[in-house]
């Protein structure tokens, strides 16, 4: 079945510093790339839908100045958390569109201290 | 109202029983159903689509009353393996774009030995 990376798996950032996630779809192209943030005990919220050549669609209330998507390649969208604060820590997972089918990365864990 | 609702649970149910999950989704346009499967701390896996007509994949069936807006999943001869937070999940309701896709909160399912 298709395969989608993440990296990094977990990183520890220190308020104000800037951290780059990226997606990957291992074995397929993708044009379509999402990016969704989990917090404790919570659901899966879509934060922007990322195509490739073009600029990502943002849902409402994500600030697409401090979430920086680049769909460059088929296989390729990074997530850019700039400024990171406490309360940008969450789980943020990417998933990557295959015919009808959504396929999830493993996951970034990302905690600001 | 929120947009995919579930019991959060936990359901409690012994190895070898039979248990069903519902969720009901409130935008009368959503195109594609799905259930998830997400393990602590890990991405959501397709457990399986769902469809008007049912579909059933081994001891999982799944049913879709569009009329109700009302999905189900029932699990015959549990597992302890089964255990995990089950996701339903809408196709087509997220504003930025027709592919994301919407999570409900999950249903915690623990099947005890």
């Known amino acids: 079945g298709a395969v989608v990376s993440q990296h990094p798996s977990r990183v520890i950032c220190k308020s104000g510093t800037s951290v780059k996630i990226e997606c990957r779809s291992l074995d397929f192209q993708a044009t379509t790339m999402f990016w969704y943030r989990q917090f404790p005990k919570q659901s899966l919220m879509l934060m922007a839908t990322s195509n490739e050549g073009s600029k990502a669609t943002y849902e409402q209330g994500v600030e697409k100045d401090k979430f920086l998507i680049n769909h460059a390649s088929l296989t390729l969208s990074t997530l850019t958390v700039t400024s990171a604060h406490p309360e940008d820590s969450s789980f943020y997972i990417c998933?990557?569109?295959?015919?009808?089918?959504?396929?999830f990365g493993p996951g970034t864990r990302l905690t600001v201290t | 109202r929120k947009e995919v609702e579930q019991d959060p649970g936990p359901f409690n149910v012994p190895e070898g029983a039979t248990v069903a999950f519902n969720c009901t989704y409130s935008?009368?346009?959503?195109?594609?159903f799905f259930w998830y499967r997400q393990d602590c701390r890990k991405e959501p896996k397709l457990l399986m689509s769902?469809?008007?007509s049912g579909n059933e994949d081994g001891r999982f069936t799944a049913q879709l009353n569009r009329a109700s807006q009302y999905i189900s999943l029932l699990i015959r001869d549990s597992k302890l393996s089964d255990s995990a937070t089950y996701l339903c999940v809408v196709n087509g309701v997220a504003g930025g774009g027709a592919d994301g896709l919407t999570f409900g909160k999950g249903t915690h399912l623990i099947i005890q030995p």
């Open positions: 998933s990557a569109r295959e015919g009808s089918e959504q396929y």
């Open positions: 769902v469809y008007s």
């Open positions: 935008n009368s346009a959503s195109q594609s």
